[in-house]
């Protein structure tokens, strides 16, 4: 890679950096794939008979389908990597991380909102509670990334891969695809601002209800406390680690894209690498939100691990018995 022999000096071992981002995107990839597996099998075995389990469901989609990249994407930021290699991630596997990333965001989304009408809203008329309105907004955000992000992006990066180039995604690209790259990117960015609104405001409401109902009823158990505490924050937490970085930067960076090399634009081109990193973690800390605020989740994955213990005591049992 050209980015390999740096032509300004601005105190970045830039070959060490790449090599850093992708060992450690290697590295999350074995927790990632452990974790959404035994997530995607425990939903298999459960209904999906709530909003928020719709909502968990393809959640878990797309983090497995965006843990399927991380090697992919792990590869491409190795120096000297294959020109071919860096094509086809420009093509397909990037479109379909972001993809999944950004449906993650919004189905973080929807499951505050989901929280918001339980928690604050109880007994109100709660029209985002219909089971067959929160499967059509499911399949209608996938329909409109598919169509509007994954396969335009397919089809216009059509150029000849000519070097190994920091930009060669975008040399890549058609003039259309090049335009429809700038529109995407900005249309995302809003999407990610609106979340965030939606999640701050709703877990706002969320918590003056419910430390104001912890205080009415002169709770004093402190270990009480606190579950709930991280049962009412862990969506914000994930949020704000592993996609805000990203988004505070991306502004920035585009800005600089277009400009003469410099310092200021690598510097900023290796922060949007680590915020995407932070943004990878994203599909580890997922499982933990299906296990603290999904009753259903906790109890199918402990009824399996315990199925499995005892499997394993009658085989040891029989083994036992075989040797006597």
């Known amino acids: ?33 452990a974790l959404n597996s035994v997530a995607a099998w425990v939903c298999l075995h459960l209904r999906s008979s709530s909003t928020f389990m719709v909502y968990l469901k393809n959640l ?4 497995l389908l965006m843990t399927l990249t991380l090697p992919l994407y792990a ?54 509670q219909s089971l067959v309105l929160s499967k059509t907004i499911s399949a209608s955000i996938w329909l409109f990334f598919i169509s509007s992000n994954v396969l335009p992006t397919i089809v216009l990066t059509n150029q000849v ?3 190994a180039s920091r930009d060669l995604c975008m040399k890549m690209k058609s003039p259309a695809g090049k335009t429809l790259h700038h529109n995407v990117v900005w249309v995302n960015n809003a999407i990610f601002w609106c979340v965030s609104v939606l999640i701050g405001v709703c877990y706002v409401c969320i918590a003056r209800k419910v430390f104001r109902s912890y ?20 969506v ?9 970085p990203y988004h505070v930067l991306r502004i920035p960076y585009m800005r600089l894209r277009a400009d003469k090399p410099s310092c200021l634009k690598t510097k900023l081109f290796f922060a949007k690498n680590f915020s995407v990193l ?47």
């Open 1 to 33: 890679m050209s980015s390999s022999s740096p032509v300004l000096d601005c105190g970045l071992d830039e070959f060490t950096a790449h090599m850093v981002f992708s060992t450690l995107q290697f590295l999350l990839f074995v927790p990632a794939m």
């Open 60 to 63: 878990v989609v797309a983090d």
């Open 75 to 128: 590869a491409v930021q190795i120096p000297g990597c294959p020109v071919a290699l860096r094509a086809f991630s420009c093509r397909v596997s990037s479109p379909v991380f972001y993809c999944c990333m950004y449906m993650s965001v919004i189905l973080l989304g929807l499951i505050s909102l989901d929280r918001f009408f339980k928690v604050v809203r109880p007994g109100g008329w709660r029209p985002c």
């Open 161 to 163: 891969p000519v070097n």
């Open 215 to 234: 205080k009415n009823s002169g709770s004093s158990n402190d270990e009480g406390n606190r579950r709930v505490k991280v049962r009412v924050f862990v």
């Open 236 to 244: 914000v937490m994930v949020f704000l680690l592993c996609f805000v």
């Open 278 to 324: 932070l943004a990878m973690t994203n599909v580890c800390l997922d499982p933990f939100i299906y296990f603290f605020l999904c009753k259903a989740f906790r109890d199918k994955l402990r009824e399996m691990i315990r199925i499995g213990d005892w499997a394993n005591s009658q085989s040891s049992t029989n083994n036992d018995e075989a040797i006597l």
